[in-house]
């Protein structure tokens, strides 16, 4: 089955605490990106990556570092989580456009949900 | 910068009844695709329906179809026969062309549907 699968789901830490939340697809996308969603504020996006080792700062990158060292994974990594980074984050992945089988569309993880003490 | 606007944080409907969401763009681009997502309950973020710029007919899923007015940068979904599965966070996107690739997804922060039976 095609999907974008992330992990932990559910996360309770303290503040710096260094924390990865994984995030792998089996569709062979070359497009990959990070997002938190908070209420009032929508979806915003935090890193993104266009295919391996080519990562990029969405809208929100402070207090988050990413990587991507093969094409099927895309990990979040918090280096010393903080309360303001409480949040729904998913991964989510797209084929490269030029792709046959491109719409345009992102296909989203189921979301993982991350609380800072 | 692109933007995406929902001027109505939140819509109610009767069951079986009729009800349109609002959503205006901002871009200079001439190239892009638009789409609006349902994000239940479950928090998993479904794709309801897609548009791409240069296409003038308005796409139609089903009971969902949209009005894609390109000059006025306006890009609404009509869900009819509102069901009661049809309860949800809406969020209307935009994601631009722009060489041999496309950009970052970019989401409006969301119109939350009730559907009173």
């Known amino acids: 089955e095609a999907q974008v699968t992330q992990n932990p789901r559910y996360l309770i830490t303290v503040t710096g605490k260094k924390l990865t939340v994984t995030c792998s697809q089996n569709m062979n996308h070359e497009y990959m990106s990070w997002y938190r969603q908070d209420p009032g504020l929508g979806l915003r996006q935090i890193y993104y990556?266009?295919?391996?080792?080519?990562?990029d700062k969405g809208d929100v990158p402070e207090g988050y570092k990413v990587s991507r060292k093969e094409k099927r994974n895309f990990p979040l990594i918090l280096e010393s989580p903080s309360p303001n980074q409480t949040s729904l984050y998913f991964c989510?992945?797209?084929?490269?456009?030029?792709?046959?089988?491109?719409?345009?569309?992102?296909?989203f993880g189921e979301g993982s949900r991350l609380t800072v003490l | 910068a692109q933007t995406v606007t929902q001027s109505q944080p939140e819509m109610s409907v009767q069951e079986a009844e009729t009800v349109t969401l609002s959503c205006t763009y901002d871009t200079s681009e001439s190239d892009y695709y638009l789409f609006w997502y349902k994000q239940p309950p479950s928090r998993q973020m479904i794709l309801v329906i897609r548009?791409?710029?240069?296409?003038?007919q308005n796409a139609t899923e089903n009971r969902f179809s949209v009005n894609f007015q390109k000059a006025a940068k306006s890009f609404s979904l009509k869900i009819s026969d509102s069901q009661l599965g049809d309860a949800a966070m809406y969020f209307c996107a935009y994601r631009r062309y722009y060489g041999g690739s496309q950009g970052n997804l970019i989401f409006g922060k969301g119109t939350k549907l009730s559907v009173k039976p």
């Open positions: 548009q791409e710029a240069y296409k003038q």
């Open positions: 990556s266009m295919n391996v080792e080519v990562t």
């Open positions: 989510a992945s797209s084929p490269d456009r030029r792709d046959s089988r491109n719409t345009g569309e992102l296909f």
